[in-house]
């Protein structure tokens, strides 16, 4: 079973920050947080992850708690081409470890 | 950079066949990761192929087998074909344990 609990749905406005938020109480120190979409009829695309600290890249930030026990995928100016399921996922980074899939967030941006 | 490439991308079978699906990884990934997605759920990991041999399994019966290649890309083979095993199949590369990046899949329909 997925080990994280995300909103099933969101809606953003075009233009404006979308907010993911993501819940993982049960993280174990040595598991990763990991972000995907998936855009209808098409496969997941990885977005960012992260241990411990705050990361950045060209497409989003991930702002993970002290506590570890959540954390916020943050798209800065959000695009129609945004609108997706988005999925949480805890990974422990070693080779032969699945990706577990959960239901994710759609994301619905309007203009 | 050529990313994950997969084929055919689409695929009908009878009940009781047998089916190939191929993948090639992305340049530089030496692991292969195969995933079941059943419409509107979260993808199922299947296996994973490191080094030519299966490196992690989840849940699913000795039916489903797979290969992979010297030049890192993979088949997943499908024997006696259930109407459940109708889905759409991802393929996704890495290089070890880092971020997997999936291809748009093969969406396989068993009458």
């Known amino acids: 079973d997925a080990k994280t609990t995300q909103p099933p749905s969101m809606d953003c406005a075009e233009g404006r920050a979308a907010n993911l938020p993501c819940n993982h109480s049960?993280?174990?120190?040595?598991?990763?947080v990991y972000w995907y979409r998936q855009i209808h009829s098409q496969g997941p695309q990885y977005i960012i992850h992260?241990?411990?600290n705050n990361e950045t890249n060209e497409m989003a930030s991930l702002i993970i708690t002290e506590d570890r026990k959540s954390s916020t995928l943050i798209l800065p100016h959000a695009t129609l081409r945004d609108t997706a399921v988005y999925y949480c996922?805890?990974?422990?980074?070693?080779?032969?470890?699945?990706?577990?899939f959960g239901k994710g967030t759609t994301l619905s941006v309007s203009s | 950079e050529t990313g994950v490439t997969q084929s055919p991308t689409h695929l009908i079978k009878t009940r009781g066949q047998q089916v190939t699906l191929r993948c090639s990884s992305q340049?530089?990934?030496?692991?292969v990761s195969w995933y079941q997605q059943a419409l509107g759920q979260g993808p199922q990991f299947i296996f994973q192929?490191?080094?030519?041999?299966?490196?992690g399994r989840g849940n699913f019966p000795p039916r489903f087998s797979g290969l992979q290649f010297p030049n890192y890309s993979s088949e997943l083979n499908v024997n006696a074909l259930e109407l459940d095993d109708s889905a759409l199949y991802l393929c996704?590369?890495?290089?070890?344990?880092?971020?997997?990046?999936f291809g748009d899949g093969t969406r396989l329909s068993i009458l």
């Open positions: 996704a590369s890495s290089l070890g344990s880092g971020p997997q990046h």
């Open positions: 049960t993280i174990s120190g040595n598991e990763y």
């Open positions: 992260g241990l411990k």
């Open positions: 996922i805890v990974r422990v980074g070693q080779a032969g470890t699945a990706l577990i």
């Open positions: 340049s530089g990934h030496n692991t």
């Open positions: 192929y490191y080094r030519e041999e299966e490196n």
